[in-house]
């Protein structure tokens, strides 16, 4: 009976420190490892050399940061990735993920990161939180629209705490910044002054949801690079890479709310320190205005996925929307119930045009949102150019802007133009998303539902051009600005295109 006894006891006594270690708050801990992350990483180059999209001239870059980085600069000593608290546990697997990437070796502990993942979820698709200050109505109503923009979007959901063991508390602490997932017990969300973004809000609720950001996803570096040579000395840490993420299919996404901005540490505001590799997504990263598509999807994913039991086939990157499991949720462009056709535009604008064999120009200065599709033939491509842009020029662009998509996948966002026409001819991809499954087609099925819906079998475009000139009011409604684009068609291919069956 005695050894028994203690046999349990001997359990009871390797277990705390473990769970205490992966779950548990430890500020001091986290603060030593992060500092001497830091030295250590300090003198490590980060990408393989940098090569500039910019080489015939240099980016002249006088715009403001708009993200949390720059609220929080007095803090960047004391939080990773400059708004991030981790736990020991996470801070330590950031550590050593960057010592066998240096030392071309192979993790010293393999962590399961799926499992890891999975515990870091809030259950119940529930998180409930408390405000610390709630005689401030104003900041109050902040914290609101920020769990609000989550909310719209997916299936999970705020709710004050009762006698719940995990929850957030929001406080007013000295800058942006929030702990990694459900990290146990109490965990803080600071929204400090300067940190009045709607989409800031959203940032750091989005690392309590569970992320990390996007620039340190795994497969960064086929999108963007790091200038070196323009990062703050001794902050080469916070431009680390993750390598144990939860694999999904959801592509890297330029308009996540949670990539860092163009001059995130930078030591000369001229200059930037992230350059995409496509240079005209230079203006799409670092925006705080809202979630994006693929922020949404990746929480729905996570948290959702199991709420709309029948597949709708859903095109275009759309999926089940676990807010009405009847209908697609579509990418920003796209509609209907399953993807297959353009979004609704403000009355006057937007709509379907056709690419043919000679340009034709294409100009807007609505206010709205407008959204335009460009078909060529099924098996053709459009070339497009945009001859003038004219918004108001920000280092994100947030509110309005002329925003791109050329590119097959329909999910990511577009590249945007708000400061000035970004020159080249673009050409849509090549290879157009396959016709659906046959059963789609002909009598029956989903084609009763569907109506006079065309399009939903192939051909599709490739541009879906989005637009928000709101700008005319905030300029004195200056009438003259305007989007030109030009289009022409794609270059016929003998015959007509293939024909569906
Ligand atoms: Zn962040």
């Given at each position: 009976?005695?050894k ?35 030295k ?32 929080n600069k ?26 066998a ?41 902040l ?33 942006c ?26 940032h ?106 029948m ?101 990511q ?14 050409l849509?991809?090549?290879t ?8 789609w ?5 989903l ?13 599709f ?26 289009l ?14």
């Amino acid at each position: 009976m005695l050894k028994r006894t203690s046999f349990i006891a001997l359990w009871l006594i390797t277990l705390i420190p473990i769970i205490f270690a992966q779950f548990g708050h430890d500020p001091q801990r986290f603060q030593s490892l992060l500092k001497g992350f830091f030295k250590l990483s300090a003198n490590y180059a980060l990408t393989p050399k940098w090569r500039s999209n910019y080489n015939q001239h240099s980016i002249v870059y006088r715009l403001g940061d708009k993200t949390e980085y720059s609220v929080n600069k007095k803090i960047l000593n004391d939080v990773f990735e400059a708004d991030m608290v981790l736990t020991p546990y996470q801070m330590e697997d950031v550590i050593d993920t960057f010592k066998a990437r240096v030392h071309g070796r192979p993790k010293r502990v393999k962590r399961n990161a799926a499992a890891d993942s999975v515990k870091l979820r809030w259950p119940n698709r529930t998180i409930p939180f408390e405000f610390k200050d709630t005689k401030d109505a104003k900041w109050i109503t902040l914290l609101r629209d920020g769990m609000a923009k989550w909310t719209r979007e997916t299936c999970l959901r705020f709710v004050p705490r009762t006698t719940q063991k995990d929850y957030v508390t929001f406080f007013r602490g000295g800058g942006c910044y929030s702990s990694v997932g459900r990290t146990g017990g109490k965990q803080y969300i600071s929204i400090g002054y300067g940190c009045e973004g709607g989409g800031i809000v959203a940032h750091e609720l989005g690392h309590a949801i569970g992320f990390w950001h996007e620039q340190s996803r795994p497969d960064r570096d086929e999108y963007i690079n790091l200038n070196n040579d323009n990062i703050i000395k001794g902050t080469y840490g916070n431009f680390e890479k993750r390598t144990d993420l939860e694999r999904t299919d959801i592509p890297y996404d330029f308009g996540s709310v949670m990539h860092y901005g163009p001059q995130a540490f930078t030591n000369n505001w001229n200059y930037v320190t992230i350059e995409t590799k496509d240079h005209r997504f230079q203006h799409t990263i670092g925006q705080r205005a809202d979630i994006s598509f693929i922020d949404v999807k990746h929480a729905n994913h996570l948290y959702c996925n199991d709420i709309c039991k029948m597949r709708l086939h859903c095109l275009n990157g759309g999926y089940e929307n676990p807010l009405d499991c009847s209908r697609c949720k579509c990418p920003p462009g796209l509609g209907g119930i399953r993807c297959e056709r353009i979004a609704t535009s403000t009355p006057g604008c937007g709509g379907d045009l056709i690419a043919t064999a000679t340009w034709s120009v294409l100009n807007s200065a609505r206010v709205g949102k407008c959204y335009w599709r460009l078909l060529a033939p099924y098996g053709q491509r459009v070339r497009f150019e945009i001859t003038d842009a004219d918004y108001k020029c920000d280092s994100s662009c947030a509110e309005n802007y002329l925003e791109i998509k050329h590119q097959r996948d329909m999910q990511q966002t577009g590249f945007r133009q708000c400061c000035n026409a970004v020159p080249d001819t673009l050409l849509s991809k090549p290879t157009f998303p396959k016709p659906p499954l046959a059963n789609w087609e002909g009598q029956g099925g989903l084609n009763g539902l569907l109506g006079q819906e065309t399009g939903i079998d192939n051909t599709f475009e490739n541009y879906v051009v989005k637009e928000l000139p709101n700008v005319l009011r905030s300029t004195g409604g200056r009438a003259d600005i305007s989007s030109l684009f030009t289009l022409v068609d794609s270059l016929l291919r003998a015959g007509s295109g293939k024909k569906k069956k």
